[in-house]
């Protein structure tokens, strides 16, 4: 990649940390939404009320700067709602026009919440929108600067007249409420997000535009061949995937290899694969089906995305190392016994999870050496 994309990459990547602190279990998704937005694509988040959704999607725009848009569909959700009214003065020239300040033609990061709900009208004006950047409605063609919309909802549509929507979401992420053991950092973590103050954006829309650039102009044709397979291993399992998703799948790839800092994909891209796929129960399937092409998959901007998705070591350790090494560095100031004993009660808490994913002799180098580090920390050298 360029210096420019590569410069880009870092500053996002600080970006998405500063994003998805204090989101426990949560970031997956703001990476999720970062991907979609440098693939060009779209995200569906399915999941209860109450679960983080919406925060996610404020935190990446408030942290890439870009002009945000949300709003809740109704049955009763008229058009005037999400594009903007009529221009009363056009009109009484005789020119139909949509005034489209501050609505989401002139977004650049979207949240739609309920989209199902939406009508008939708005859904197909959505169409338009979503698929070719472009508004359209009456005498009204707007190009719009939307980089990534996310739509979110209870559960997946059952009305099949919805399913021609709901697949121009490439990406799909399943949520659900936080289990009872994460209920302490869930706490804290929204306290201290009470209580912050508004930064700075890290990264700019203008970094995300470099990636895309770096991205489109990637040649994937070295793992298509992988990618092929993978499909035709997908279907052949009974997991649906329409031509128009088989194709956009290099799309995500090769946004992981520009995230990652690489020229080109690699079969370690190859996770993002599981990302397309429908529903939860077909995507735990690829999981499974794919096991073995996914253990190399890995990548330092989307490390907790790529484990999730994958499932595989590679990931894992990469993550985890992740993790040490923030906590590690981290450190307390001195004399502050409470917060000093909560830092080596996390720190343990990485070292006992490294434990339960490797085995001795298959722990990779730099992990093991990190793991030797927390040790000293927790123990205080004693053996």
Not at 75 to 101: K, M, Q, Y
Not at 168 to 194: I, K, M, N, Q
Not at 271 to 297: C, G
Not at 341 to 366: C, I, M, T
């Amino acid at each position: 990649m360029s210096s420019t994309a590569t410069e880009a990459a870092g500053r996002v990547r600080r970006a998405v940390a500063d994003a998805a602190a204090g989101l426990v279990e949560r970031e997956a998704l703001v990476e999720m939404v970062l991907l979609a937005a440098v693939a060009q694509e779209h995200l569906l988040v399915i999941g209860p009320p109450g679960t983080a959704k919406s925060e996610a999607v404020r935190r990446v725009s408030r942290a890439l700067g870009g002009r945000y848009f949300e709003y809740l569909l109704g049955r009763f959700t008229e058009p005037s709602e999400i594009f903007g009214p009529v221009d009363l003065r056009r009109l009484r020239e005789g020119v139909v026009e949509t005034a489209t300040a501050g609505m989401l033609p002139e977004a650049e990061v979207a949240f739609l919440d309920e989209v199902f709900q939406g009508s008939t009208a708005i859904l197909n004006t959505l169409l338009g929108l979503l698929n070719e950047r472009q508004f359209v409605r009456g005498h009204t063609r707007v190009a719009c600067p939307l980089r990534v919309c996310v739509g979110a909802s209870n559960a997946l549509p059952e009305d099949p007249s919805l399913a021609a929507f709901a697949d121009r979401f490439l990406l799909r992420a399943y949520v659900a409420s936080l289990p009872d053991p994460r209920l302490d950092e869930l706490l804290a973590g929204g306290w201290e997000a009470g209580r912050r103050t508004a930064a700075p954006p890290a990264a700019s829309l203008s970094d995300v535009d470099a990636l895309v650039e770096a991205s489109r102009s990637m040649d994937p044709s070295a793992v298509r061949g992988r990618l092929a397979d993978a499909i035709r291993a997908l279907r052949g399992a009974g997991v649906a995937l329409s031509d128009r998703r088989a194709v956009k799948m290099q799309r995500l790839m090769t946004a992981a290899a520009a995230l990652a800092g690489r020229s080109a994909p690699t079969t370690a891209d190859l996770w993002t694969v599981v990302l397309a796929v429908p529903t939860p129960d077909e995507q735990a399937t690829a999981r499974e089906v794919l096991r073995e092409m996914l253990a190399d998959s890995g990548n330092p901007a989307l490390a907790t995305l790529a484990e999730e998705a994958s499932a595989g070591p590679t990931a894992r350790a990469a993550r985890l190392a992740h993790v040490a090494t923030a906590l590690l560095g981290s450190r307390p100031a001195a004399g502050d016994e409470t917060e000093s004993r909560s830092w080596r009660l996390r720190l343990e808490g990485v070292a006992r999870e490294v434990d339960a994913s490797f085995l001795p002799d298959k722990l990779p180098p730099d992990l093991r050496a990190l793991r030797e580090r927390i040790i000293v920390e927790v123990t205080g050298g004693r053996a």
